[in-house]
């Protein structure tokens, strides 16, 4: 079983005793950590995708470390200009055990959920916007009209 979750921007695919390391959280190690903004299931070939998010779902952790990530130099240059710049960055991040993935209980079945899709689902249209020979073009320097 797996879930796709997302947090602080960003979206992760995650499964039960994973460690995940996600943007800085100021909480400290050892504390749980409880995400429900869970975007997908997929528990035993069936897969709940949320409407944006699964109603009821939730993904528990446990905070496991803090730390820095490597350094990244940042160098700035422009030629024959004497111009030279670095500048170095560390990011912080939070790595997260991955301790349980809770599924909610599904009321519908999966054939009437499948029955509620438009059936021009995924297709679009061009309409009218797109005519042809809509607009006449006057040249410069000339009389002619000509369609484009």
Known sequence: MYAVIETRGKQYRVVEGDIIRVEKIDLPVGSPWEENR??????????LVGNPLVAGARVIGEIVEQGRGKKILVFKYKRRKNYRRTQGHRQSYTGIRITKILVPSVSAPSSELASNIPDNAGKTTLGKS???????????????????
């Open 38 to 47: 869970v975007l997908i299931i997929s528990n035993d070939g069936q897969v």
């Open 130 to 148: 797109r005519r042809k020979g809509s607009r006449r073009i006057k040249k410069k320097g000339s009389n002619d009209i000509s369609d484009k």
